[in-house]
T-cell receptor, first 110, second 114 residues
Framework: RKEVEQDPGPFNVPEGATVAFNCTYS??????FFWYRQDCRKEPKLLMS???SGNEDGRFTAQLNRASQYISLLIRDSKLSDSATYLC???????????FGKGTRLSVIA | GAGVSQSPSNKVTEKGKDVELRCDPI?????LYWYRQRLGQGLEFLIY????????KSGLPSDRFSAERTGESVSTLTIQRTQQEDSAVYLC????????????FGSGTQLSVL
């Protein structure tokens, strides 16, 4: 089983739609969780951290379910500029590297 | 510059040749990562440096791959006897350290092995 698994998509949605991405991780000792965004032929950039209590940043909401080892990202009122690949990222405790999922591709269509 | 700098941005080489890829992290960042991304694929962890600790080399795919870091500055990723399957974008990232998990990525080196 891969450490971090995501639905690769692509998700093709119209502008204004709500879309949700899911991610599961295998290491129950994982401590930190993130969503990164990668535009085509660009480097990844941090979108948001994911906390146990859930967190929201404008149109973006991230949730963590430690019992199910499951992370989600919800995007409301999708914009054309949201088109990108969304990477689920997990980190273990201590001096361990971040592990990236393969990403879910989103295309928002006018 | 203010960001992570990688060079060269593009490298074309012949199968069997050695290549060196360079990464200049953000000043003051103690953690440095190398990832590989093949076309249309996710990021594959290669190696991780954190301060003066022994590097985590668990992601290096073969003994043809090695990396060094001078103190908390420049890192070099070396691929010996390149193969066509080594063709990918090699991404370097740095962060302030273990407790600071926001990674800042360079724009990568596109390696093409002919």
């Amino acid at each position: 089983r891969k450490e971090v698994e995501q639905d690769p998509g692509p998700f093709n949605v119209p502008e204004g739609a709500t879309v949700a991405f899911n991610c599961t991780y295998s290491n129950s000792a994982s401590q930190s969780f993130f969503w990164y965004r990668q535009d085509c032929r660009k480097e990844p950039k941090l979108l948001m951290s994911v906390y146990s209590s859930g967190n929201e940043d404008g149109r973006f909401t991230a949730q963590l379910n430690r019992a199910s080892q499951y992370i989600s990202l919800l995007i409301r009122d999708s914009k054309l500029s949201d088109s990108a690949t969304y990477l689920c990222v997990v980190k273990g405790s201590g001096n361990t590297p971040l592990v990236f999922g393969k990403g879910t591709r989103l295309s928002v269509i006018a | 510059g203010a960001g992570v700098s990688q060079s060269p941005s593009n490298k074309v080489t012949e199968k069997g040749k050695d290549v060196e890829l360079r990464c200049d992290p953000i000043s003051g960042h103690t953690a440095l990562y190398w990832y590989r991304q093949r076309l249309g694929q996710g990021l594959e962890f290669l190696i991780y440096f954190q301060g003066n600790s022994a590097p985590d080399k668990s992601g290096l795919p073969s003994d043809r791959f090695s990396a060094e870091r001078t103190g908390e500055s420049v890192s070099t990723l070396t691929i010996q006897r390149t193969q066509q399957e080594d063709s990918a974008v090699y991404l370097c990232a740095s962060s302030l350290g273990v407790a600071y998990e926001k990674l800042f990525f360079g724009s990568g080196t596109q390696l093409s092995v002919l």
